[in-house]
Protein backbone atom coordinates (compact mmCIF):
# COMPACT_ATOMS: atom_id res chain seq x y z
CA UNK A 1 0.00 0.00 0.00
CA UNK A 2 0.98 3.57 -0.57
CA UNK A 3 1.99 4.63 3.42
CA UNK A 4 3.10 8.48 2.41
CA UNK A 5 4.32 10.93 -0.59
CA UNK A 6 6.25 13.82 -0.26
CA UNK A 7 6.51 15.68 -3.04
CA UNK A 8 6.74 19.21 -2.27
CA UNK A 9 10.20 19.56 0.69
CA UNK A 10 10.61 22.82 2.01
CA UNK A 11 13.80 24.66 -0.28
CA UNK A 12 15.06 22.69 -3.14
CA UNK A 13 12.71 19.16 -4.05
CA UNK A 14 15.63 17.59 -5.65
CA UNK A 15 17.02 14.54 -3.45
CA UNK A 16 14.61 15.10 -0.69
CA UNK A 17 11.20 13.83 -2.11
CA UNK A 18 10.12 10.68 -1.44
CA UNK A 19 7.60 7.82 -1.95
CA UNK A 20 7.05 5.04 0.93
CA UNK A 21 4.98 2.03 0.55
CA UNK A 22 4.08 -0.32 3.22
CA UNK A 23 3.41 -4.22 3.47
CA UNK A 24 0.57 -4.82 6.18
CA UNK A 25 0.54 -8.95 5.76
CA UNK A 26 2.56 -11.41 7.29
CA UNK A 27 4.53 -12.31 4.06
CA UNK A 28 7.31 -10.97 2.09
CA UNK A 29 5.97 -9.29 -1.57
CA UNK A 30 8.12 -9.05 -4.41
CA UNK A 31 8.35 -5.16 -6.00
CA UNK A 32 9.86 -6.96 -9.23
CA UNK A 33 7.97 -5.33 -11.92
CA UNK A 34 5.99 -2.55 -9.80
CA UNK A 35 6.11 1.08 -11.38
CA UNK A 36 5.83 4.14 -9.92
CA UNK A 37 4.06 6.68 -11.77
CA UNK A 38 3.69 10.72 -11.72
CA UNK A 39 0.22 12.08 -12.90
CA UNK A 40 0.02 15.38 -14.33
CA UNK A 41 -3.38 16.72 -13.61
CA UNK A 42 -3.87 19.06 -16.12
CA UNK A 43 -5.09 16.86 -18.46
CA UNK A 44 -6.10 13.68 -19.14
CA UNK A 45 -3.82 10.47 -19.52
CA UNK A 46 -0.93 12.02 -18.82
CA UNK A 47 1.51 9.79 -16.37
CA UNK A 48 4.81 9.35 -16.49
CA UNK A 49 7.03 6.34 -15.22
CA UNK A 50 9.24 7.41 -12.21
CA UNK A 51 10.54 4.25 -11.14
CA UNK A 52 10.46 0.36 -11.72
CA UNK A 53 11.18 -2.41 -8.85
CA UNK A 54 14.21 -4.67 -9.72
CA UNK A 55 14.56 -8.44 -9.16
CA UNK A 56 16.09 -7.48 -5.99
CA UNK A 57 14.24 -5.49 -4.51
CA UNK A 58 11.17 -7.00 -1.45
CA UNK A 59 9.31 -5.29 1.26
CA UNK A 60 9.10 -7.45 4.25
CA UNK A 61 6.54 -8.54 6.50
CA UNK A 62 4.94 -5.61 8.17
CA UNK A 63 7.51 -3.17 7.11
CA UNK A 64 8.30 -0.38 4.79
CA UNK A 65 10.04 0.40 1.63
CA UNK A 66 10.98 3.89 0.57
CA UNK A 67 12.35 5.16 -2.76
CA UNK A 68 13.50 8.92 -2.67
CA UNK A 69 16.20 10.85 -3.25
CA UNK A 70 19.79 10.73 -2.32
CA UNK A 71 19.22 13.91 0.79
CA UNK A 72 16.10 11.68 2.32
CA UNK A 73 16.92 10.51 5.67
CA UNK A 74 17.83 7.69 7.09
CA UNK A 75 18.97 6.43 3.02
CA UNK A 76 15.76 5.61 0.86
CA UNK A 77 15.53 1.47 -0.13
CA UNK A 78 15.55 2.75 -3.73
CA UNK A 79 17.41 5.67 -4.61
CA UNK A 80 15.46 7.93 -7.48
CA UNK A 81 14.99 11.44 -8.67
CA UNK A 82 11.23 11.73 -8.47
CA UNK A 83 10.99 14.71 -9.96
CA UNK A 84 7.06 15.05 -8.32
CA UNK A 85 4.52 18.07 -8.97
CA UNK A 86 2.98 19.65 -6.88
CA UNK A 87 -0.97 19.61 -6.87
CA UNK A 88 -3.55 19.17 -8.55
CA UNK A 89 -1.25 15.66 -9.47
CA UNK A 90 -1.32 12.36 -8.83
CA UNK A 91 1.37 9.16 -7.65
CA UNK A 92 0.42 5.40 -8.64
CA UNK A 93 1.14 2.20 -8.36
CA UNK A 94 0.75 0.19 -11.33
CA UNK A 95 1.91 -3.83 -10.19
CA UNK A 96 2.62 -6.44 -13.10
CA UNK A 97 -0.60 -7.94 -12.59
CA UNK A 98 -2.57 -4.72 -14.02
CA UNK A 99 -3.67 -3.53 -10.30
CA UNK A 100 -3.61 -0.18 -9.84
CA UNK A 101 -3.57 2.20 -6.43
CA UNK A 102 -3.84 6.38 -7.07
CA UNK A 103 -3.21 8.70 -4.11
CA UNK A 104 -4.62 12.21 -5.94
CA UNK A 105 -3.84 15.57 -4.04
CA UNK A 106 -5.23 19.33 -4.92
CA UNK A 107 -8.41 20.12 -6.88
CA UNK A 108 -8.39 17.37 -9.14
CA UNK A 109 -10.43 17.50 -12.83
CA UNK A 110 -9.90 14.37 -14.26
CA UNK A 111 -11.40 11.10 -12.18
CA UNK A 112 -8.25 8.70 -13.47
CA UNK A 113 -6.05 10.97 -10.99
CA UNK A 114 -7.49 10.23 -7.94
CA UNK A 115 -9.48 7.10 -5.57
CA UNK A 116 -12.69 8.97 -4.50
CA UNK A 117 -12.22 12.16 -3.28
CA UNK A 118 -8.40 13.79 -3.79
CA UNK A 119 -6.31 14.06 -0.67
CA UNK A 120 -5.51 17.91 0.31
CA UNK A 121 -2.86 19.79 -1.28
CA UNK A 122 -0.03 20.00 1.31
CA UNK A 123 1.45 23.10 2.42
CA UNK A 124 5.46 22.87 1.49
CA UNK A 125 7.88 20.70 3.23
CA UNK A 126 4.55 18.48 4.93
CA UNK A 127 3.65 15.11 3.18
CA UNK A 128 0.60 13.44 2.80
CA UNK A 129 0.46 10.53 5.14
CA UNK A 130 -1.98 7.38 5.34
CA UNK A 131 -3.34 7.94 9.02
CA UNK A 132 -4.04 6.20 10.45
CA UNK A 133 -1.34 3.62 9.06
CA UNK A 134 -4.35 0.71 7.96
CA UNK A 135 -6.91 3.65 6.68
CA UNK A 136 -8.12 2.06 3.51
CA UNK A 137 -11.89 3.67 3.34
CA UNK A 138 -11.28 4.28 -0.58
CA UNK A 139 -11.52 8.03 -0.45
CA UNK A 140 -7.53 9.79 -0.90
CA UNK A 141 -9.57 12.20 1.18
CA UNK A 142 -10.28 10.60 4.27
CA UNK A 143 -7.35 8.05 4.31
CA UNK A 144 -4.17 10.71 3.61
CA UNK A 145 -3.20 13.69 5.73
CA UNK A 146 -0.89 16.34 6.25
CA UNK A 147 1.23 15.40 8.29
CA UNK A 148 5.39 15.84 9.25
CA UNK A 149 7.66 13.48 6.93
CA UNK A 150 8.39 10.29 8.70
CA UNK A 151 9.88 8.06 5.94
CA UNK A 152 10.50 4.66 7.10
CA UNK A 153 8.90 5.05 10.38
CA UNK A 154 5.15 4.76 10.93
CA UNK A 155 2.67 7.53 10.30
CA UNK A 156 0.84 7.33 13.57
CA UNK A 157 2.54 5.62 16.20
CA UNK A 158 1.17 4.37 19.01
CA UNK A 159 2.09 6.55 21.75
CA UNK A 160 3.78 9.97 20.84
CA UNK A 161 3.70 13.56 22.32
CA UNK A 162 5.04 17.10 20.30
CA UNK A 163 5.01 20.96 20.37
CA UNK A 164 2.82 22.20 17.57
CA UNK A 165 5.56 23.54 14.82
CA UNK A 166 5.30 27.88 15.36
CA UNK A 167 2.54 27.61 18.32
CA UNK A 168 5.15 28.69 21.61
CA UNK A 169 4.55 32.47 22.17
CA UNK A 170 5.38 34.14 25.69
CA UNK A 171 3.26 36.95 27.35
CA UNK A 172 4.11 39.39 27.27
CA UNK A 173 5.95 39.36 24.45
CA UNK A 174 8.79 41.40 25.37
CA UNK A 175 8.93 41.15 29.53
CA UNK A 176 11.10 43.01 31.27
CA UNK A 177 14.13 42.17 33.29
CA UNK A 178 13.90 40.54 36.10
CA UNK A 179 9.95 39.58 35.74
CA UNK A 180 8.29 36.36 35.18
CA UNK A 181 6.71 35.42 32.15
CA UNK A 182 4.41 33.02 30.83
CA UNK A 183 5.45 30.77 28.03
CA UNK A 184 2.62 29.18 25.99
CA UNK A 185 2.15 26.11 23.19
CA UNK A 186 0.09 23.71 21.82
CA UNK A 187 0.41 20.15 22.28
CA UNK A 188 -0.59 17.58 20.31
CA UNK A 189 -1.15 13.85 20.66
CA UNK A 190 0.35 12.35 17.19
CA UNK A 191 -0.60 8.84 18.97
CA UNK A 192 -3.39 6.21 18.01
CA UNK A 193 -4.39 6.62 21.79
CA UNK A 194 -5.84 8.88 24.63
CA UNK A 195 -3.04 9.81 26.99
CA UNK A 196 -4.40 10.66 30.48
CA UNK A 197 -4.61 13.49 32.66
CA UNK A 198 -0.75 14.65 34.25
CA UNK A 199 1.26 11.88 31.99
CA UNK A 200 3.18 14.89 30.18
CA UNK A 201 5.52 16.84 31.69
CA UNK A 202 5.93 20.08 30.19
CA UNK A 203 9.28 21.61 30.88
CA UNK A 204 11.45 24.71 30.03
CA UNK A 205 14.95 26.15 30.27
CA UNK A 206 16.71 28.78 28.95
CA UNK A 207 20.47 30.46 29.90
CA UNK A 208 20.64 32.23 32.97
CA UNK A 209 16.89 30.98 33.66
CA UNK A 210 15.81 28.77 36.68
CA UNK A 211 13.99 25.33 34.79
CA UNK A 212 10.72 25.52 34.73
CA UNK A 213 8.27 22.22 34.45
CA UNK A 214 4.87 21.11 35.68
CA UNK A 215 2.53 18.33 34.55
CA UNK A 216 -0.23 18.82 31.68
CA UNK A 217 -3.87 18.40 33.93
CA UNK A 218 -5.76 17.60 30.60
CA UNK A 219 -6.50 14.65 29.07
CA UNK A 220 -5.61 14.24 25.09
CA UNK A 221 -7.23 12.61 22.70
CA UNK A 222 -5.71 11.32 19.81
CA UNK A 223 -4.93 13.37 16.85
CA UNK A 224 -5.99 15.91 19.76
CA UNK A 225 -4.32 19.09 20.56
CA UNK A 226 -4.32 20.84 24.38
CA UNK A 227 -3.00 24.65 25.15
CA UNK A 228 -0.03 24.49 27.68
CA UNK A 229 1.54 26.90 29.83
CA UNK A 230 4.80 27.52 31.69
CA UNK A 231 5.54 30.59 34.59
CA UNK A 232 9.12 31.09 33.43
CA UNK A 233 11.63 33.53 35.05
CA UNK A 234 12.83 35.83 36.46
CA UNK A 235 14.41 36.76 33.26
CA UNK A 236 17.66 38.40 32.66
CA UNK A 237 18.28 41.01 30.29
CA UNK A 238 18.67 40.88 26.86
CA UNK A 239 18.08 37.85 24.36
CA UNK A 240 17.26 34.61 25.22
CA UNK A 241 17.06 31.05 23.77
CA UNK A 242 14.28 29.26 24.91
CA UNK A 243 13.76 25.40 24.47
CA UNK A 244 10.46 24.04 25.30
CA UNK A 245 10.13 20.53 25.67
CA UNK A 246 7.37 17.39 26.19
CA UNK A 247 7.85 14.29 27.69
CA UNK A 248 5.67 11.43 27.38
CA UNK A 249 6.40 7.56 28.94
CA UNK A 250 6.85 5.36 26.13
CA UNK A 251 6.74 8.29 23.29
CA UNK A 252 8.17 6.37 20.02
CA UNK A 253 8.86 9.67 18.10
CA UNK A 254 11.18 11.61 20.65
CA UNK A 255 12.43 13.80 17.23
CA UNK A 256 9.71 15.97 17.68
CA UNK A 257 9.12 16.68 21.53
CA UNK A 258 10.77 20.26 21.61
CA UNK A 259 10.97 23.66 19.89
CA UNK A 260 12.45 26.95 20.96
CA UNK A 261 11.85 30.37 20.72
CA UNK A 262 13.96 33.50 20.55
CA UNK A 263 12.40 36.17 23.10
CA UNK A 264 14.15 39.56 23.69
CA UNK A 265 13.88 40.95 27.68
CA UNK A 266 14.24 44.58 28.16
CA UNK A 267 14.82 47.42 25.45
CA UNK A 268 16.89 46.17 21.96
CA UNK A 269 18.81 47.80 20.21
CA UNK A 270 16.37 49.77 18.07
CA UNK A 271 12.90 51.29 19.24
CA UNK A 272 9.99 52.84 18.05
CA UNK A 273 9.97 56.47 18.84
CA UNK A 274 7.04 57.93 16.13
CA UNK A 275 4.66 56.43 14.26
CA UNK A 276 2.48 57.79 11.48
CA UNK A 277 -0.11 55.48 10.30
CA UNK A 278 -2.56 58.20 9.29
CA UNK A 279 -0.81 60.67 6.44
CA UNK A 280 -2.85 63.23 5.39
CA UNK A 281 -0.01 65.21 3.07
CA UNK A 282 0.63 62.21 0.68
CA UNK A 283 4.19 61.68 2.37
CA UNK A 284 3.24 58.18 3.49
CA UNK A 285 3.41 56.04 6.27
CA UNK A 286 6.64 56.60 8.39
CA UNK A 287 8.08 55.43 11.28
CA UNK A 288 10.74 56.94 13.35
CA UNK A 289 13.29 55.10 15.68
CA UNK A 290 16.22 55.40 18.17
CA UNK A 291 19.55 53.60 18.54
CA UNK A 292 19.68 52.60 21.84
CA UNK A 293 22.53 50.22 21.02
CA UNK A 294 25.17 52.51 22.94
CA UNK A 295 26.97 52.21 19.50
CA UNK A 296 26.47 53.01 16.08
CA UNK A 297 23.87 50.89 14.40
CA UNK A 298 23.23 49.98 10.71
CA UNK A 299 19.75 49.63 9.88
CA UNK A 300 19.30 47.68 6.97
CA UNK A 301 19.28 44.17 8.64
CA UNK A 302 16.58 45.45 10.85
CA UNK A 303 12.89 44.34 9.51
CA UNK A 304 9.82 46.25 10.33
CA UNK A 305 6.45 44.11 10.40
CA UNK A 306 2.66 44.75 11.58
CA UNK A 307 0.09 42.52 13.39
CA UNK A 308 -0.91 40.91 9.99
CA UNK A 309 2.91 39.38 9.68
CA UNK A 310 3.83 41.31 6.94
CA UNK A 311 7.17 42.23 7.05
CA UNK A 312 9.77 44.74 4.82
CA UNK A 313 12.95 45.21 4.97
CA UNK A 314 14.83 48.54 4.38
CA UNK A 315 16.38 48.93 0.88
CA UNK A 316 17.47 52.85 0.25
CA UNK A 317 19.30 55.02 2.27
CA UNK A 318 22.68 54.68 3.49
CA UNK A 319 24.77 55.51 6.48
CA UNK A 320 25.11 53.86 10.27
CA UNK A 321 22.97 55.61 13.34
CA UNK A 322 24.82 57.44 15.99
CA UNK A 323 24.33 56.20 19.54
CA UNK A 324 20.77 57.74 20.60
CA UNK A 325 20.40 59.09 17.23
CA UNK A 326 17.24 58.54 15.34
CA UNK A 327 16.14 57.14 11.80
CA UNK A 328 13.08 57.14 9.74
CA UNK A 329 11.69 53.72 7.98
CA UNK A 330 9.54 55.39 5.54
CA UNK A 331 6.91 53.90 3.33
CA UNK A 332 7.90 56.72 0.51
CA UNK A 333 11.18 58.02 0.73
CA UNK A 334 11.28 60.49 -2.07
CA UNK A 335 7.26 61.73 -0.70
CA UNK A 336 8.93 61.97 2.72
CA UNK A 337 11.99 64.42 1.89
CA UNK A 338 9.59 66.25 0.20
CA UNK A 339 7.44 67.16 2.53
CA UNK A 340 9.76 67.59 4.91
CA UNK A 341 12.92 69.14 3.07
CA UNK A 342 14.88 69.68 6.25
CA UNK A 343 15.60 65.77 6.73
CA UNK A 344 18.79 64.51 6.29
CA UNK A 345 18.21 62.05 3.63
CA UNK A 346 21.15 59.51 4.74
CA UNK A 347 18.97 58.88 7.91
CA UNK A 348 15.89 57.94 5.74
CA UNK A 349 15.22 54.60 4.56
CA UNK A 350 12.69 53.55 2.18
CA UNK A 351 10.95 49.75 3.32
CA UNK A 352 9.49 47.26 1.22
CA UNK A 353 7.13 45.81 1.17
CA UNK A 354 5.87 48.35 3.33
CA UNK A 355 3.36 46.82 6.42
CA UNK A 356 0.43 49.01 5.91
CA UNK A 357 -1.08 50.20 9.57
CA UNK A 358 -4.90 50.45 10.30
CA UNK A 359 -5.97 53.44 11.02
CA UNK A 360 -8.75 52.23 13.12
CA UNK A 361 -9.03 50.19 16.35
CA UNK A 362 -10.57 46.56 16.63
CA UNK A 363 -12.90 45.37 19.37
CA UNK A 364 -9.78 44.65 21.51
CA UNK A 365 -9.33 48.45 21.18
CA UNK A 366 -5.81 48.25 19.41
CA UNK A 367 -5.43 49.22 15.86
CA UNK A 368 -2.15 47.21 15.28
CA UNK A 369 0.91 46.67 16.28
CA UNK A 370 4.66 47.77 15.54
CA UNK A 371 6.97 45.62 15.28
CA UNK A 372 11.24 46.34 14.82
CA UNK A 373 13.07 42.68 14.43
CA UNK A 374 16.53 41.63 14.21
CA UNK A 375 18.18 40.46 11.88
CA UNK A 376 18.51 36.95 13.80
CA UNK A 377 14.48 37.22 14.00
CA UNK A 378 14.43 38.52 17.99
CA UNK A 379 12.30 41.19 18.62
CA UNK A 380 13.75 44.73 18.98
CA UNK A 381 10.69 46.20 20.14
CA UNK A 382 6.41 46.66 19.89
CA UNK A 383 4.17 48.94 20.08
CA UNK A 384 0.43 47.90 20.13
CA UNK A 385 -0.91 51.85 19.35
CA UNK A 386 -4.62 52.54 19.73
CA UNK A 387 -6.26 55.31 17.05
CA UNK A 388 -8.88 56.66 19.76
CA UNK A 389 -8.31 60.52 20.41
CA UNK A 390 -5.80 60.87 17.92
CA UNK A 391 -6.29 63.71 15.22
CA UNK A 392 -6.48 63.08 11.85
CA UNK A 393 -3.41 62.98 10.01
CA UNK A 394 -1.44 63.55 13.70
CA UNK A 395 1.36 61.09 14.23
CA UNK A 396 1.62 59.54 17.56
CA UNK A 397 5.11 59.65 19.85
CA UNK A 398 6.63 58.24 23.00
CA UNK A 399 6.52 61.52 25.18
CA UNK A 400 5.99 60.64 29.31
CA UNK A 401 6.78 57.03 29.06
CA UNK A 402 4.06 56.72 27.25
CA UNK A 403 2.20 57.10 23.55
CA UNK A 404 0.39 60.18 22.85
CA UNK A 405 -1.13 62.42 19.20
CA UNK A 406 2.21 64.48 18.36
CA UNK A 407 1.71 68.33 19.71
CA UNK A 408 3.41 69.03 15.93
CA UNK A 409 0.69 68.28 13.42
CA UNK A 410 2.80 67.20 11.30
CA UNK A 411 4.91 65.13 13.66
CA UNK A 412 8.75 65.65 14.40
CA UNK A 413 10.90 63.05 12.15
CA UNK A 414 14.26 63.40 13.16
CA UNK A 415 13.20 65.50 16.01
CA UNK A 416 12.69 64.62 19.47
CA UNK A 417 8.96 65.58 20.50
CA UNK A 418 7.73 69.06 21.02
CA UNK A 419 7.43 70.32 24.78
CA UNK A 420 3.91 70.86 26.02
CA UNK A 421 3.53 74.50 26.96
CA UNK A 422 3.69 76.10 30.18
CA UNK A 423 0.26 77.25 31.83
CA UNK A 424 -0.29 79.34 34.57
CA UNK A 425 -2.91 77.80 35.42
CA UNK A 426 -4.42 73.81 34.61
CA UNK A 427 -6.40 75.00 31.74
CA UNK A 428 -6.15 77.50 28.71
CA UNK A 429 -8.03 78.15 25.24
CA UNK A 430 -5.44 80.28 22.57
CA UNK A 431 -6.62 82.74 21.52
CA UNK A 432 -10.19 83.08 23.55
CA UNK A 433 -11.22 85.52 20.59
CA UNK A 434 -12.01 84.43 17.65
CA UNK A 435 -12.65 86.29 14.49
CA UNK A 436 -14.98 83.93 13.26
CA UNK A 437 -16.25 80.21 13.89
CA UNK A 438 -13.48 77.85 12.51
CA UNK A 439 -10.62 80.20 12.70
CA UNK A 440 -7.41 78.26 14.74
CA UNK A 441 -7.53 77.77 17.79
CA UNK A 442 -5.88 75.33 20.74
CA UNK A 443 -6.39 74.10 23.99
CA UNK A 444 -3.72 73.19 26.61
CA UNK A 445 -3.42 71.44 30.07
CA UNK A 446 -1.51 70.98 32.98
CA UNK A 447 -2.51 68.25 35.14
CA UNK A 448 -1.13 67.32 38.56
CA UNK A 449 -0.95 63.61 37.88
CA UNK A 450 1.39 61.85 35.32
CA UNK A 451 -1.60 60.87 33.04
CA UNK A 452 -5.29 61.32 33.31
CA UNK A 453 -8.92 61.44 31.78
CA UNK A 454 -10.23 64.59 30.18
CA UNK A 455 -13.79 65.70 28.82
CA UNK A 456 -14.14 68.74 27.08
CA UNK A 457 -17.82 70.74 26.97
CA UNK A 458 -19.21 73.87 25.73
CA UNK A 459 -21.76 75.79 26.85
CA UNK A 460 -23.68 78.86 25.66
CA UNK A 461 -24.32 81.47 28.41
CA UNK A 462 -27.77 79.54 28.66
CA UNK A 463 -25.54 76.72 30.26
CA UNK A 464 -26.95 74.66 27.32
CA UNK A 465 -24.38 72.54 26.67
CA UNK A 466 -23.65 73.03 22.34
CA UNK A 467 -20.55 71.11 21.49
CA UNK A 468 -18.28 68.06 23.23
CA UNK A 469 -14.81 68.14 21.69
CA UNK A 470 -13.90 65.30 23.32
CA UNK A 471 -15.11 63.02 25.84
CA UNK A 472 -13.24 60.82 28.59
CA UNK A 473 -9.88 60.80 26.60
CA UNK A 474 -6.58 59.22 27.93
CA UNK A 475 -4.33 62.61 27.89
CA UNK A 476 -0.83 62.97 29.61
CA UNK A 477 -0.33 65.34 32.27
CA UNK A 478 0.78 68.28 30.02
CA UNK A 479 -0.56 68.37 26.51
CA UNK A 480 -2.08 70.61 23.95
CA UNK A 481 -4.73 69.90 20.68
CA UNK A 482 -6.67 71.50 17.66
CA UNK A 483 -9.96 73.27 18.93
CA UNK A 484 -12.66 72.48 15.99
CA UNK A 485 -15.49 75.52 16.49
CA UNK A 486 -16.68 75.32 13.07
CA UNK A 487 -19.78 74.46 13.87
CA UNK A 488 -20.94 77.22 16.71
CA UNK A 489 -22.28 80.36 16.00
CA UNK A 490 -21.09 84.24 16.65
CA UNK A 491 -21.36 84.57 19.87
CA UNK A 492 -19.69 83.98 24.21
CA UNK A 493 -19.37 80.65 25.23
CA UNK A 494 -17.50 78.85 28.27
CA UNK A 495 -15.16 76.21 27.55
CA UNK A 496 -15.59 73.69 31.04
CA UNK A 497 -12.59 71.26 31.01
CA UNK A 498 -12.83 68.48 33.72
CA UNK A 499 -10.03 65.38 34.45
CA UNK A 500 -9.81 62.83 36.36
CA UNK A 501 -6.48 60.66 37.28
CA UNK A 502 -5.77 57.31 35.38
CA UNK A 503 -5.44 56.17 38.81
CA UNK A 504 -7.54 56.53 42.06
CA UNK A 505 -6.48 58.17 44.93
CA UNK A 506 -6.31 61.75 43.08
CA UNK A 507 -8.63 64.41 43.11
CA UNK A 508 -10.77 65.19 40.05
CA UNK A 509 -10.32 68.75 38.26
CA UNK A 510 -12.48 70.96 36.70
CA UNK A 511 -11.31 74.20 35.11
CA UNK A 512 -12.87 76.82 32.64
CA UNK A 513 -12.20 79.61 30.30
CA UNK A 514 -14.66 81.96 28.04
CA UNK A 515 -14.15 82.04 23.95
CA UNK A 516 -15.61 84.43 22.36
CA UNK A 517 -16.70 83.92 18.36
CA UNK A 518 -16.99 87.28 16.84
CA UNK A 519 -17.82 87.15 12.41
CA UNK A 520 -20.07 85.37 11.25
CA UNK A 521 -20.16 81.64 10.64
CA UNK A 522 -18.54 80.77 7.21
Known amino acids: MLAEVLYDPSGSDTGYEFVELVNPTSADIALSGLRIEAGDGAGPDRWTLRWTGGADDTIRAGARFVIGGASVTPVPDAIVTLALQNGPDAVRLVWPD ?9 EIEFTEYACGAPAADVPSGMSLARIPDDAATGSNALDFRPASPTPGRANQPGRDVSIEPGSMVIEPPQPSPGDFATLRFRVRNAGRAEIAPDSILLSAEAQGVPPAAAALPAA ?3 GET ?9 LPSGKLVVEARVTLAGDESPANDSDTLRVRVGPGPLTVREIQYHPAAGEGEWIELRNDAGLPLDPAPFRIADRSGTTGAPREGSGTIAPDSLVVFAQ ?11 LDPARVWEVAPWPALNNSNDA ?13 ATLSDRVAYSATGVPA ?3 IELRGGAWWPSLASAGTPLAPPVDPPMLRGAFAITPRRLASAGAPARIAWDLPWTSGYATLELFDLAGRRVARPFIEMAVPARGERALDTSSLAPGVYVAAFRARPATTGGEPLVASQPLR ?6
Do not use: K, Q
Request: without cysteine; aromatic residues 6%.
Open 98 to 106: GAIEVLGYG
Open 220 to 222: VGA
Open 517 to 522: IIGAVP
Open 393 to 395: GVP
Open 332 to 342: HRADLLARFPA
Open 226 to 234: ADASLAFGP
Open 364 to 376: TGVADEVRVIESD
